[in-house]
């Protein structure tokens, strides 16, 4: 514990202090109370300073950094590092996404399939290919088989363009970026839907990854055709798919 220098009447430390005969004694009081408050850490709850009223009371504790009591005149912070705001990825101009690209969780939808919508930006009017984060489950042979990739309008009542690509694209083991490029650049809309189909069974399909950062705004479950409105993610996030965007036209 620790009280003012008695020079000052009213036994405060700060730098601006103003009491008779105060001036001059800033530097000793500062290092007596620097000495004082040593013991103070983050973690620890024992009252490591105070200060006395004019009656020789205590007035103010000093707990955990913070300060305690009605009569207290001076407040000690500890110094901490502030938090690193959490940012976007840095993505090439070229890859239209979501989220932070963190997978949060995977899935495999039987009977169904992964639905996510996009938005060009101002300029591009087509794609060249997709991006999926996720790995294939079942046999060591990959199927051979495609999976479906299918372009839906913004309504998703109208089928723009489809596409197949080889299961063997997908890798068994940990989950990683797998490229889909197209043989011929896909004009859409400004706003559009991507409709995936693994044909997904017990012993064979896609975990395609998902990102909980973005809550699910942007994806659905189901089919391109389904005659139902493709239902709300049940994990609160989106599936890891990106759209690789053609160069805007000059």
């Keep these: 514990m620790f009280q003012s220098p008695p020079i000052c009447r009213e036994r405060c430390v700060t730098r601006f202090c103003r009491c008779p005969g105060r001036r001059g004694i800033f530097g000793k009081a500062l290092a007596i109370a620097a ?3 040593l013991s103070l ?3 620890s709850s024992t009252v ?7 009656t020789g009371t205590p007035a103010a504790t000093f707990q955990n950094g913070g300060l305690q009591g009605r009569n207290a005149r001076i407040l000690l912070v500890e110094d901490t590092k502030p938090e690193s705001d959490q940012t976007e990825p840095t993505r090439p101009a070229s890859i239209l996404g979501y989220g932070d690209d963190k997978p949060d969780g995977k899935k495999s939808i ?3 399939g992964e639905m996510i919508r996009f938005e060009l930006p101002e300029g591009v009017t087509k794609i060249k290919g997709i991006r999926i984060h996720g790995s294939r489950y079942g046999h060591p042979q990959a199927p051979k088989e495609d999976f479906e990739i299918k372009f ?5 009542d109208e089928t723009l363009h489809s596409e197949t690509a080889p299961y063997h694209l ?3 083991g940990k989950e990683q970026w797998v490229r889909v490029a197209f043989k011929n650049e896909i004009e859409l809309p400004p706003k559009f839907w991507i409709a995936l189909n693994f044909n997904a069974e017990q012993t064979k399909g896609v975990y395609v990854s998902y990102d909980t950062s973005t809550k699910g705004h942007y994806s659905r479950v189901g089919l391109a055709g389904d005659k139902e409105e493709p239902k ?3 994990f609160g996030g989106d599936w890891m798919v990106q759209a ?3 160069p805007p036209k000059k």
Excluded: H, K, P, Y
């Design 244 to 246: 690789l965007l053609a």
């Design 232 to 234: 709300e993610t049940d």
């Design 35 to 37: 000495a004082s408050i």
């Design 48 to 54: 490591v300073g105070e200060t006395r009223s004019d």
């Design 41 to 43: 850490t983050t973690q």
């Design 110 to 112: 039987g009977g169904s």
């Design 170 to 172: 997908f890798a068994r």
């Design 152 to 156: 839906l309008n913004e309504n998703r």
